[in-house]
């Protein structure tokens, strides 16, 4: 989990009502990725990031929206949450594949974060 | 389209037995798999992946995982387990040509070492 926080990390709402999760990095990653985790299912891809203002949808992305006005942070938005997307959510940060430069062993492996637990009642 | 399978949703092992983790998986063109490890209540671990080369790759806590092209199968696998073990495992891939290093998860497997 190193250089990757997650805020806030534990979150209880209404249906309806909107809500951001923020995913913050001091690795200076280019790559930065949202996923939901549900039993069975194992982690999906919401929305990603190559770049500052730079990001194009996943698997799952309907009813989520995303931005990343600098490098360090990339931001989660429900716009009107739903029972739906109870779930825990994780950001991952990486290089982009088959370049650039890491503190890490090795470029283009996803690392994550520590994860955030949304309750939608 | 890429996909991964993880066809036991647990596995049980007795501490100091070999243990297996099985995947097996879809993707077009050469692959990229990683075996992560998640603690309760935490991320994500990684564990290793295989690019290229050597179809036995070793990596953190002792793991190793055995690439076969041929079953398209990354099965993790560890000689001598430990209670600290016990974890939910997950299976990963994405294809040498995904750009956008997107990765396709596995439902999981959860890991039980029993002393």
């Known amino acids: 989990d190193a250089g990757i926080t997650q805020s806030p990390r534990h979150k209880v709402t209404e249906t309806g009502t909107p809500v951001t999760l923020r995913c913050h990095q001091t690795?200076?990653?280019?790559?930065m990725y949202w996923y939901r985790q549900d039993p069975g299912h194992g982690l999906r891809l919401i929305h990603y990031s190559y770049g500052v203002k730079d990001t194009d949808k996943g698997e799952v992305s309907d009813g989520y929206s995303v931005s990343r006005s600098k490098t360090e942070d990339f931001l989660l938005t429900l716009e009107s949450a739903t029972s739906s997307q109870t779930s825990v959510y994780f950001c991952?940060?990486?290089?982009?594949?088959?370049?650039?430069?890491?503190?890490?062993?090795?470029?283009?492996?996803?690392?994550f974060g520590p994860g955030t637990r949304l309750t939608v009642l | 389209a890429q996909s991964v399978a993880q066809p036991e949703d647990q596995v049980n092992v007795a501490e100091g037995n070999p243990l297996t983790v099985k995947c097996t998986y879809s993707?077009?063109?050469?692959?990229?798999l990683f075996w992560y490890v998640q603690y309760p209540n935490r991320g994500l671990q990684f564990l290793l992946k295989y690019i290229t080369g050597d179809n036995l790759v070793k990596g953190s806590y002792g793991f190793e995982a055995e690439f076969n092209k041929s079953q398209t199968s990354f099965h993790l696998k560890k000689p001598s387990a430990l209670v600290s073990d016990s974890a939910l495992y997950f299976c990963a891939v994405r294809g040498e040509n995904n750009a956008g290093n997107m990765l396709t998860f596995g439902g999981g497997t959860r890991l039980m070492v029993k002393p």
């Open positions: 993707v077009s063109g050469n692959p990229y």
């Open positions: 690795e200076n990653h280019r790559y």
């Open positions: 991952a940060i990486s290089e982009p594949p088959g370049g650039g430069t890491s503190v890490f062993a090795s470029t283009d492996t996803q690392y």
